[in-house]
């Protein structure tokens, strides 16, 4: 990251800004960097200035205690200060984030969001999160940063043995330096169910999108957040995970964002 910007409340946000076009700032999901979004980003470039930043608690970012969402949209805030107008988009938990901020009235185009893991089930989704959310808080005040890594990827439906295979990569080092962040990204799920409620009250375009090879429950939760915004529209590309390729991904954002 090579530029630095300062939230309302003083915690230092460090950003990168590449392309030209209509701007669009990349919010990452758990676990992950501004960094993570980078390569999206590129592909982005030729048509649009994407932004891609270190969310608090982050990679080069600082982080103010306590937490709350609140002050993670005022980073966008201050963010859309410092590059002018632009629009938002979120990957998984990272577009919560972005839906919740377009909700309160941040001064955005447009926004998209790719996978965000709603639960599509009252009794069995507010029951997994409790349960997780539990756990989680335990391991981090514990200070069981690996065990805290554990439950989140378990929780994202990885087995057992690549779980394994995670702690034995170089990677599980980086993996436990964000593990207190995934307390954010926790609380800004809320309780795991989709927030009819404040989504509602998104008045700017929404492009919601999943991949045609995820589980069918996150193809429910995709179509749900295109159904409950006004403005939604909802699409499917064929073949992605969860762990969407940024040259399919970044066409069909190019258009919807410069389009």
């Given at each position: 990251?090579?530029?630095?910007?300062?939230?309302?409340?003083?915690?230092?946000?460090?950003?990168?800004?590449?392309?030209?076009?209509?701007?669009?700032?990349?919010?990452?999901?758990?676990?992950?960097?501004?960094?993570?979004?980078?390569?999206?980003?590129?592909?982005?470039?030729?048509?649009?200035?994407?932004?891609?930043?270190?969310?608090?608690?982050?990679?080069?970012?600082?982080?103010?205690?306590?937490?709350?969402?609140?002050?993670?949209?005022?980073?966008?805030?201050?963010?859309?200060?410092?590059?002018?107008?632009?629009?938002?988009?979120?990957?998984?938990?990272?577009?919560?984030?972005?839906?919740?901020?377009?909700?309160?009235?941040?001064?955005?185009?447009?926004?998209?969001?790719?996978?965000?893991?709603?639960?599509?089930?009252?009794?069995?989704?507010?029951?997994?999160?409790?349960?997780?959310?539990?756990?989680?808080?335990?391991?981090?005040?514990?200070?069981?940063?690996?065990?805290?890594?554990?439950?989140?990827?378990?929780?994202?439906?990885?087995?057992?043995?690549?779980?394994?295979?995670?702690?034995?990569?170089?990677?599980?080092?980086?993996?436990?330096?964000?593990?207190?962040?995934?307390?954010?990204?926790?609380?800004?799920?809320?309780?795991?169910?989709?927030?009819?409620?404040?989504?509602?009250?998104?008045?700017?375009?929404?492009?919601?999108v999943a991949g045609g090879a995820s589980p069918e429950w996150m193809h429910?939760?995709?179509?749900?957040?295109?159904?409950?915004?006004?403005?939604?529209?909802?699409?499917?590309?064929?073949?992605?995970?969860?762990?969407?390729?940024?040259?399919?991904?970044?066409?069909?954002?190019?258009?919807?964002?410069?389009?």
């Amino acid at each position: 990251m090579d530029k630095k910007t300062t939230s309302r409340d003083g915690t230092s946000l460090a950003y990168h800004v590449t392309g030209q076009g209509p701007t669009v700032i990349l919010v990452s999901g758990a676990m992950s960097t501004g960094g993570t979004v980078l390569p999206l980003a590129e592909r982005l470039a030729a048509r649009c200035t994407a932004v891609v930043y270190d969310r608090r608690g982050r990679g080069e970012s600082g982080d103010t205690a306590p937490y709350a969402v609140d002050r993670e949209i005022e980073d966008l805030a201050a963010l859309i200060e410092a590059v002018g107008d632009a629009a938002l988009f979120g990957v998984s938990s990272g577009g919560a984030l972005a839906l919740r901020a377009a909700a309160g009235g941040l001064p955005v185009r447009r926004a998209a969001v790719y996978e965000v893991p709603y639960a599509d089930h009252l009794a069995d989704g507010a029951a997994r999160e409790a349960a997780y959310k539990e756990k989680l808080t335990g391991a981090l005040a514990e200070g069981r940063r690996g065990d805290a890594v554990e439950l989140f990827l378990r929780q994202t439906g990885l087995g057992e043995e690549m779980i394994e295979r995670a702690r034995q990569s170089p990677m599980w080092a980086g993996m436990e330096s964000l593990a207190p962040s995934l307390a954010h990204d926790d609380t800004v799920m809320a309780d795991g169910l989709l927030p009819r409620d404040l989504l509602a009250r998104i008045s700017v375009p929404v492009l919601s999108v999943a991949g045609g090879a995820s589980p069918e429950w996150m193809h429910r939760a995709g179509q749900a957040v295109a159904e409950a915004v006004p403005r939604g529209t909802y699409r499917v590309l064929p073949g992605q995970t969860h762990m969407v390729e940024p040259d399919v991904l970044g066409p069909v954002l190019a258009e919807f964002f410069a389009g």
